[in-house]
């Protein structure tokens, strides 16, 4: 709740949840992992300059796995922006109450 935009967040993933629960399932990992993300980011900003990097350290197999796919997944929708467009319509469609 602290975080700038939660309230259309939170509405959002209360509107996906009457059409799609998968969709929100997706919305609300896609939200932790960035969470996530930036956590991991802010701990390597803050370790005092004492320590040692460990520059030669590369991610393991997993987590490259994940980087790949989750960038085949952005590729794919970059290029087919159609596969999206009957659930955003439906998104959409609950937020009309805002232009009457």
Request: hydrophobic share 50%; proline share 6%.
């Amino acid at each position: 709740p602290p975080l700038a935009g939660f309230a259309g967040r939170w509405g959002l993933l209360q509107e996906t949840s009457h059409f799609d629960l998968r969709a929100t399932i997706l919305l609300l990992a896609s939200s932790v992992s960035v969470s996530i993300g930036v956590l991991r980011g802010l701990r390597e900003m803050l370790q005092p300059i004492d320590e040692p990097a460990n520059d030669k350290q590369r991610e393991r197999r997993g987590e490259a796995i994940l980087i790949v796919a989750a960038l085949a997944v952005c590729l794919f929708i970059g290029l087919f922006p159609g596969v999206l467009a009957p659930s955003v319509r439906q998104f959409v469609a609950a937020y009309t109450f805002v232009g009457r």
